[in-house]
């Protein structure tokens, strides 16, 4: 049986999120696995960039649990990954705020921390091979506003609009965050950034089996409440 959902989970692995969706909703829990694992390192770099790494796992699978049980309010009018980072955003927001740890910071009041000294440039760390933990330091200092739109526009390769709607504020707003972010990343890392850094916030296997088996465990243990039985729900999480 494992055998013919291992085939089965491979046969749709080329199809669009959206129509392995549809099969999720007709019946084929067990395909919700191609959808985490094609989005594990997203949700996570997304969680990361706003909690700290402890809590970024424990966002992600709530987000997918939370994904799964709203199934039903996808109506397409983005991308089910855009629908599906923006509650996980949403996860890690909701997390940051309860902890009192995020705030909303105006852009005048963000002065730029990264400062490299000269014992420690980015040409030296590139020789000591450790421009990857440099990188995810770097990002790290970041204000959360700015740390966020990076993470999805520079490292996700997220678009404009994508990020706009995943975080809920203005385009323009995204696009000044980033640039002020990439100026303050600028002084300290190499031109490659862009190629470096998504060798970094890895999501490994074994890490991308463990969530995968918690979640399944969760969404196929999960009733839906008897008073929404049969009931369509309108609108996105």
Same mark, same amino acid.
């Given at each position: 049986?494992? %055998?013919?959902?291992?085939?089965?989970?491979?046969?749709? &692995?080329?199809?669009?999120?959206?129509?392995?969706?549809?099969?999720?909703?007709?019946?084929?829990?067990?395909?919700?696995? !191609? *959808?985490?694992? $094609?989005?594990?390192?997203?949700? +996570? $770099?997304?969680? $990361?960039?706003?909690?700290?790494?402890?809590?970024?796992?424990?966002?992600? &699978?709530?987000? +997918?649990?939370? =994904?799964?049980?709203?199934?039903? &309010?996808?109506?397409?009018?983005? @991308? #089910?990954?855009?629908?599906? %980072?923006?509650?996980?955003?949403?996860?890690?927001?909701?997390?940051?705020?309860?902890?009192?740890?995020?705030?909303?910071?105006?852009?005048?009041?963000?002065?730029?921390? *990264?400062?490299? /000294?000269?014992?420690? /440039?980015?040409?030296?760390? !590139?020789?000591?091979?450790?421009?990857? /933990? !440099?990188?995810?330091?770097? *990002?790290?200092?970041?204000?959360?506003? +700015?740390?966020?739109?990076?993470?999805?526009?520079? !490292?996700?390769?997220?678009?404009?609009?994508?990020?706009?709607?995943?975080?809920?504020?203005?385009?323009?707003?995204?696009?000044?965050?980033?640039?002020?972010?990439?100026?303050?990343?600028?002084?300290?890392?190499?031109?490659?950034?862009?190629?470096?850094?998504?060798?970094? #916030?890895?999501?490994?296997?074994? @890490?991308?089996? @463990?969530?995968?088996?918690?979640?399944?465990?969760? *969404?196929?243990? +999960?009733?839906?409440?008897? =008073?929404?039985?049969?009931?369509?729900?309108?609108?996105?999480?």
């Amino acid at each position: 049986m494992r %055998t013919e959902a291992l085939i089965e989970r491979t046969l749709v &692995q080329g199809l669009p999120d959206e129509e392995v969706v549809a099969r999720v909703r007709a019946g084929e829990v067990a395909l919700f696995e !191609v *959808i985490m694992r $094609r989005h594990n390192r997203r949700l +996570y $770099r997304a969680a $990361r960039a706003i909690v700290g790494h402890d809590e970024a796992e424990d966002v992600v &699978q709530d987000a +997918y649990v939370r =994904a799964y049980e709203h199934l039903d &309010q996808f109506e397409g009018r983005a @991308r #089910f990954s855009t629908w599906l %980072t923006r509650i996980a955003v949403h996860e890690a927001l909701a997390r940051a705020r309860r902890a009192g740890r995020f705030l909303e910071l105006e852009m005048n009041d963000v002065e730029e921390k *990264i400062s490299p /000294s000269a014992s420690s /440039s980015p040409e030296k760390r !590139v020789a000591d091979r450790e421009l990857a /933990s !440099v990188l995810e330091a770097a *990002i790290a200092e970041l204000p959360t506003p +700015y740390r966020v739109v990076f993470m999805l526009r520079d !490292v996700e390769e997220m678009n404009t609009a994508e990020t706009a709607e995943c975080l809920d504020i203005p385009e323009e707003t995204v696009k000044t965050r980033l640039h002020r972010a990439r100026a303050l990343l600028r002084r300290g890392l190499t031109r490659e950034v862009g190629a470096a850094v998504r060798e970094s #916030f890895e999501f490994g296997l074994a @890490r991308c089996d @463990r969530l995968v088996a918690l979640v399944l465990t969760r *969404i196929q243990a +999960y009733r839906p409440p008897a =008073a929404d039985v049969g009931r369509k729900h309108g609108g996105d999480v």
